[in-house]
């Protein structure tokens, strides 16, 4: 009996072109904290109340203070070894999509440091709820390199420079849509993948968790990687229950 592990890396080593799409879980061993589940932000905070156009409009303060804290945390955090092992395999077999939820910047630097002085571009995610690495005016939608937030009162936010209205955080909240054009590659790439790997999401959240479907409507097939079931769980041909960075460098690290 070949185990699920060894099914999963000859399927991905064999693939002509492979899709991963990943969420929170991928970083959780990078320090991030997941959204939902023991010790996830939705536990402490509503997302109704932080992560929504309305609760921007209703107090931008809250919102700005909540997601200065989520900067400062990130940048203390570095890429793990799951991140590394995704952009080694995406730099060196030129045939991997990396699709991610995730705002929090890690796979592209994990990117840049595995490409040292080469060029990163192939081990680049699509990140398809933004980055909270970058600001964008909720006016005129202009996208800038990030501020420093002073967020104690209103009067103390930060503007636009060309039209005066509040910056945001460039991310997707609930009820938002995805960028067009962003969504649009990371629906061609599952579409026409013959393996989509998912690791560390809870699927909960559409149009992305519909991801691993495109693959899977085109004959292709679904591998995920998650310590707990999830409904892809259903979906895919092998599920492996653990952690991002023990499984994942053991699927893509060994394979040319
Ligand atoms: C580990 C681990 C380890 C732990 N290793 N694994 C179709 C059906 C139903 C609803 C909808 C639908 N289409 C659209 C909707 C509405 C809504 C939605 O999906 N709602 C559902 C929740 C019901 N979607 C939207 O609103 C989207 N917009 C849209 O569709 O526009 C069209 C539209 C417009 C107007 C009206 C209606 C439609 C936008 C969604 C934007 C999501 N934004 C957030 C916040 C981003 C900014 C920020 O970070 O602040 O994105 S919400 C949050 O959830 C974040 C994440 O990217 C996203 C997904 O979470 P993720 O990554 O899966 O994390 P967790 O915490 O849920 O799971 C972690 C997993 O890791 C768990 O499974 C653990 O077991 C595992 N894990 N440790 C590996 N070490
Ligand atoms: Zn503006």
Redesign the pocket.
């Known amino acids: 009996m070949i185990d699920a592990a060894t099914r999963a890396r000859d399927l991905l080593h064999d693939a002509s072109a492979a899709v991963v799409l990943t969420?929170?879980?991928?970083s959780?061993?990078s320090g991030v904290p997941?959204?939902?589940?023991p010790g996830?932000l939705?536990k402490e905070f509503r997302?109704e109340d932080?992560?929504t156009p309305e609760a921007f409009a209703r107090d931008p303060r809250l919102v700005w203070e909540w997601?200065a804290w989520?900067r400062t945390l990130v940048g203390a955090c570095a890429p793990n070894a799951?991140h590394r092992a995704l952009a080694e395999w995406a730099l060196r077999s030129g045939k991997v999509t990396i699709v991610t939820?995730?705002?929090d910047g890690l796979h592209a630097r994990a990117a840049r440091e595995a490409a040292g002085e080469a060029d990163p571009t192939v081990a680049l995610p699509i990140e398809v709820?933004?980055s909270?690495l970058r600001d964008r005016c909720s006016g005129c939608d202009a996208r800038s390199e990030p501020v420093t937030v002073d967020a104690t009162s209103l009067a103390t936010l930060p503007r636009c420079v060309r039209c005066g209205a509040l910056l945001r955080?460039d991310?997707?909240?609930?009820?938002?849509?995805?960028d067009e054009s962003v969504l649009a590659r990371a629906g061609a790439a599952a579409a026409t993948a013959d393996v989509c790997l998912v690791?560390?999401?809870?699927?909960?959240?559409?149009?992305?968790?519909?991801l691993p479907l495109r693959t899977r409507a085109h004959g292709g097939v679904v591998i995920e990687?998650?310590?707990?079931e999830?409904p892809l769980t259903r979906v895919a041909e092998i599920s492996i229950r653990?952690?991002?960075?023990e499984i994942v460098p053991m699927l893509v690290g060994l394979t040319a």
């Open positions: 969420g929170a879980g991928v959780a061993e997941t959204f939902r589940g996830g939705w997302p932080l992560a997601y989520r799951a939820q995730n705002v709820h933004g909270l955080p991310v997707v909240w609930f009820g938002e849509m995805l690791v560390g999401t809870s699927a909960l959240v559409h149009p992305a968790a519909s990687v998650n310590p707990e999830t653990g952690t991002a960075a």
